[in-house]
């Protein structure tokens, strides 16, 4: 069977109760990853793309090392707009490196659940990067719902694409690291990602509108843009 065809459900080593230095590995790498391989850049184009009010909220899901945010912020201080992220992550060393190293006036780093977004309110935008790999498809559909009635204007959910080539070209960068976690994870990573037919089943069994893109460097995103918010 074609391990690509569908998604793999075994858990990256990373949604267990790992030792901090291991966490700590392992969102190094993925700041490497989301610098040179199309993470930031995929989260800025579309902002880049549809503009933004010059004051506008934005909440991120599962922020991970917290990289993403802080270049969405930088981006709209060199655009002299107004941001303010709230970064969320139920990992307690992510949320404690994230403040450490990524600290910014405009972002707000908590430890919370991203499906328990009553208690946070509505943002502009909500985006997401690298996160939805995680999650079983029924919990992926849930969420999808629950984004759409909290984002004002929009979403982008970004991800990895489920490919041979990606796979491959993963597990050799990771290989670099020569650790154990990293390597396990970053086959995982892409085992378990996306093709556009999975999004498209995600937008039919959740009825929530969006696009369906790829991007450069084996990325795959749903986004959606509203000219004028609900």
């Known amino acids: 069977m074609d391990p690509f065809s569908s998604r793999s459900t075994q858990s990256e080593m990373l949604d267990t109760d790992l030792p901090a230095k291991d966490v700590l590995d392992s969102l190094n790498f993925m700041i490497f990853v989301n610098t040179f ?22 909440l991120d899901l599962g922020s991970g090392a917290g990289d993403i945010p802080f270049a969405l912020a930088r981006w709209a201080a060199k655009r002299k707009k107004e941001v303010q992220i709230t970064a969320i992550d139920l990992n307690p060393h992510c949320q404690a490196y994230a403040k450490t190293r990524f600290a910014c006036p405009q972002i707000k780093f908590i430890r919370h659940s991203a ?27 849930r969420l999808l719902d629950i984004v759409r009635r909290h984002s004002r204007r929009g979403f ?10 990606n796979y491959w070209g993963a ?8 650790k154990k976690v990293i390597i396990n994870d970053a086959a995982l990573s892409v085992l378990r990602a996306f093709k556009e037919k999975d999004f498209m089943n995600y937008r039919k069994n959740s009825k929530v509108s969006f696009e369906i893109q790829r ?3 084996f990325r795959v995103v749903m ?4 000219l004028r918010p609900d």
Do not use: Q, W
């Open 156 to 165: 982008l959910i970004s991800d990895l694409y489920r490919c041979r080539r």
């Open 171 to 178: 597990l050799l960068l990771a290989g670099l690291t020569f």
């Open 37 to 58: 391989f199309g993470g930031k850049r995929t989260v800025l184009n579309y902002f880049e793309k549809h503009g933004t009010p010059e004051k506008f909220s934005v």
């Open 115 to 141: 499906f328990d977004l009553d208690t946070l309110g509505h943002f502009d935008y909500i985006i997401s990067s690298m996160f939805f790999h995680h999650l079983p498809d029924e919990e992926i559909v």
């Open 215 to 217: 991007h450069p460097l």
């Open 223 to 226: 986004s959606r843009h509203d």
